[in-house]
């Protein structure tokens, strides 16, 4: 993971990155008692994974490297505007 990160060149973001994804899946459990929790949570990671994919396109991978962080978005924008 931590090679990853260099070939992004986020290393140095590496552990905020993580306690931020910690922090909004834990927003996701706590959205199945308080919704707004889970849609404030959601919108954070489709927002990240937004980001991730820009982040890809950047460095110029290819599509099937790039497949996995545009399926979190959607899932996790679906989730946002639509499941909570």
Do not use: H
């Not at 991730?52 to 679906?78: C, E, G």
């Amino acid at each position: 993971m931590k090679q990853e990160f260099n070939r992004y060149r986020l290393g140095a973001q590496r552990v905020v990155v993580g306690m931020l994804q910690v922090v909004a899946g834990l927003g996701l459990l706590a959205g199945m008692s308080e919704p707004w929790m889970g849609r404030a949570a959601a919108g954070g990671l489709a927002l990240m994974m937004l980001v991730a994919v820009l982040v890809r396109i950047r460095i110029k991978d290819s599509l099937p490297q790039t497949v996995p962080a545009l399926f979190y978005l959607v899932l996790n924008a679906y989730l946002c505007f639509w499941a909570f």
